[in-house]
């Protein structure tokens, strides 16, 4: 393997934007907190460096310092058309030979109950040219039959993935219909179980899947969600996927949050790329402290809205509202800080000073809100009230275009016609393809950074 100089260890910064400034009396206090780690020096494909010295602890090293497993959707449903499970077989291929050498990783078919592929029997095979050969063979012999329990399956990639002793643990997961085979409390129970012990990628492939189903995985286990409406792409979605799991160098990474005696957080949010409240993860980590996980990193920038609600000061008063640090938990039980800011608050009688909103929070404001009204607007939608869903799809082409997103705008104007955007003012479409409607509501968290 590769040896990396100190200079590929990756470093992180923490950078805070907001307005300080409160008018007498104020409590609310915002500011967007930017976390970026560089320098790891790997992409997808790349060797991991070896552990230099002062490299920070829980970064990947010689040997397998990750591990995969890829969960298969192998339901009856998967033969309907026949294309749709030799499109998943040749995505889990792709996915496989973008695994790196020293790589440990699994197969697992998943229907009402979860199957391993390869290597079978409990364990991990190590990546390298034979065993990546061994899984693609395995890989034929996967057919379509039997129903949909996917906390199943996610129960057996912990217990696989928990043979391994490495930093970074990572589950693709790919299905093409409901969880019809398992109540939502036992996926929920599922969930709970694995949430901390492994990230996972969700793909849904087709349009007979649930996007809420599959979003709330993803959410749970920390990773990403997409449609990938024609099965054709899931070879190139797959790859993509594996390639990005692979970047990963530093995994349980906290957002650490002090605050004053009399503080109290109103919400922490992750706002780029994609919005995931993390307010209801808080984990108490000391006297008015508390931990918000944010995962596994690799060489990436993110974005944080936190909200804190102060005690009440004069004119000429400040105070710290919170210290954010990024920490990582050590084997000894203590953590090492990889980064730290300041939100400030400061009470003043200048009035365009305490009225004045910073861009960051202004625009991750926005972001927000048009992740709600367009989830918002797809339910009124389903539910027959039209006039709900021309209002808030309407609010949310107004806020796409104010912002710059124009992913998200262009989703926008496969579900309506678009009279004029700066205002909102919209029609419904009367026919919507059921790919376009999934597409607009499981992208919707997707967000655009503030523009330059």
Same mark, same amino acid.
């Given at each position: 393997?590769?040896?990396?100089?100190?200079?590929?260890?990756?470093?992180?910064?923490?950078?805070?934007?907001?307005?300080?400034?409160?008018?007498?009396?104020?409590?609310?206090?915002?500011?967007?907190?930017?976390?970026?780690?560089?320098?790891?020096?790997?992409?997808?494909?790349?060797?991991?460096?070896?552990?230099?010295?002062?490299?920070?602890?829980?970064?990947?090293?010689?040997?397998?310092?990750?591990?995969?497993?890829?969960?298969?959707?192998?339901?009856?449903?998967?033969?309907?058309?026949?294309?749709?499970?030799?499109?998943?077989?040749?995505?889990?291929?792709?996915?496989?030979?973008?695994?790196?050498?020293? !790589?440990?990783?699994?197969?697992?078919?998943?229907?009402? =109950?979860?199957?391993?592929?390869?290597?079978?029997?409990?364990?991990?095979?190590?990546?390298?040219?034979?065993?990546?050969?061994?899984?693609?063979?395995?890989?034929?012999?996967?057919?379509?039959?039997?129903?949909?329990?996917?906390?199943?399956?996610?129960?057996?990639?912990?217990?696989?993935?928990?043979?391994?002793?490495?930093?970074?643990?990572?589950?693709?997961?790919l299905t093409d219909g409901r969880n019809e085979h398992e109540t939502p409390e036992a996926l929920k129970a599922s969930l709970d179980a694995c949430a901390g012990?492994?990230?996972?990628?969700?793909?849904?492939?087709?349009?007979?899947?649930?996007?809420?189903?599959?979003?709330?995985?993803?959410?749970?286990?920390?990773?990403? $969600?997409?449609?990938?409406?024609?099965?054709?792409?899931?070879?190139?979605?797959?790859?993509?996927?594996?390639?990005?799991?692979?970047?990963?160098?530093?995994?349980?990474?906290?957002?650490? #949050?002090?605050?004053? =005696?009399?503080?109290?957080?109103?919400?922490?949010?992750?706002?780029?790329?994609?919005?995931?409240?993390?307010?209801?993860?808080?984990?108490?980590?000391?006297?008015?402290?508390?931990?918000?996980?944010?995962?596994?990193?690799?060489?990436?920038?993110?974005?944080?809205?936190?909200?804190?609600?102060?005690?009440?000061?004069?004119?000429? =008063?400040?105070?710290?509202?919170?210290?954010?640090?990024?920490? #990582?938990?050590?084997?000894?039980?203590?953590?090492? !800080?990889?980064?730290?800011?300041?939100?400030?608050?400061?009470?003043?009688?200048?009035?365009?000073?305490?009225?004045?909103?910073?861009? =960051? $929070?202004?625009?991750?404001?926005?972001?927000?809100?048009?992740?709600?009204?367009?989830?918002?607007?797809?339910?009124?939608?389903?539910?027959?009230?039209?006039?709900?869903?021309?209002?808030?799809?309407?609010?949310?082409?107004?806020?796409?275009?104010?912002?710059?997103?124009?992913?998200?705008?262009? #989703?926008?104007?496969? !579900?309506?016609?678009?009279?004029?955007?700066?205002?909102?003012?919209?029609?419904?479409?009367?026919? $919507?393809?059921?790919?376009?409607?999934?597409?607009?509501?499981?992208?919707?968290?997707?967000?655009?950074?503030?523009?330059?």
């Open positions: 393997m590769a040896n990396f100089s100190k200079s590929n260890v990756p470093q992180f910064s923490v950078d805070i934007y907001q307005n300080e400034y409160l008018p007498e009396g104020g409590r609310e206090v915002n500011g967007i907190v930017t976390v970026t780690s560089t320098g790891g020096g790997t992409t997808g494909g790349m060797p991991l460096p070896t552990r230099s010295a002062g490299q920070v602890p829980g970064t990947t090293a010689a040997g397998p310092g990750a591990a995969v497993v890829i969960m298969v959707d192998c339901s009856g449903s998967m033969d309907y058309p026949p294309t749709k499970m030799r499109n998943a077989r040749d995505a889990t291929a792709a996915a496989i030979d973008t695994i790196r050498d020293g !790589v440990a990783f699994a197969v697992v078919a998943g229907t009402h =109950q979860a199957r391993e592929v390869f290597p079978a029997g409990g364990a991990l095979a190590i990546a390298d040219s034979s065993t990546r050969h061994q899984a693609k063979q395995a890989l034929r012999k996967l057919s379509a039959g039997g129903g949909t329990a996917i906390g199943t399956w996610l129960k057996v990639a912990d217990r696989l993935l928990a043979t391994a002793d490495v930093s970074i643990r990572h589950g693709i997961l012990r492994f990230t996972c990628d969700a793909r849904g492939v087709g349009t007979d899947w649930e996007v809420k189903e599959l979003t709330g995985i993803a959410s749970a286990l920390l990773g990403s $969600v997409d449609i990938v409406a024609d099965p054709s792409g899931l070879e190139a979605d797959f790859r993509q996927m594996m390639e990005t799991a692979m970047g990963k160098e530093v995994a349980d990474v906290a957002l650490r #949050l002090w605050t004053p =005696q009399g503080a109290e957080i109103n919400y922490v949010k992750q706002v780029a790329p994609t919005v995931e409240d993390l307010t209801s993860r808080r984990t108490d980590s000391g006297p008015r402290a508390g931990d918000y996980p944010t995962g596994s990193w690799g060489d990436e920038s993110r974005d944080y809205h936190i909200s804190v609600q102060v005690p009440p000061a004069g004119v000429g =008063q400040e105070m710290l509202a919170a210290r954010v640090s990024l920490v #990582l938990p050590q084997p000894d039980g203590s953590t090492q !800080v990889l980064g730290q800011g300041l939100v400030r608050a400061v009470w003043t009688d200048d009035m365009a000073a305490s009225t004045r909103i910073n861009p =960051q $929070v202004a625009h991750y404001t926005g972001q927000a809100e048009l992740a709600q009204v367009i989830q918002q607007g797809l339910e009124a939608r389903k539910q027959g009230d039209m006039d709900s869903a021309t209002a808030k799809l309407g609010r949310a082409v107004q806020l796409a275009s104010a912002s710059g997103n124009e992913d998200t705008a262009k #989703l926008l104007a496969k !579900v309506v016609d678009v009279v004029d955007a700066a205002t909102g003012t919209v029609r419904l479409k009367a026919r $919507v393809a059921d790919a376009d409607e999934m597409t607009l509501e499981t992208r919707s968290t997707k967000t655009v950074r503030v523009k330059k």
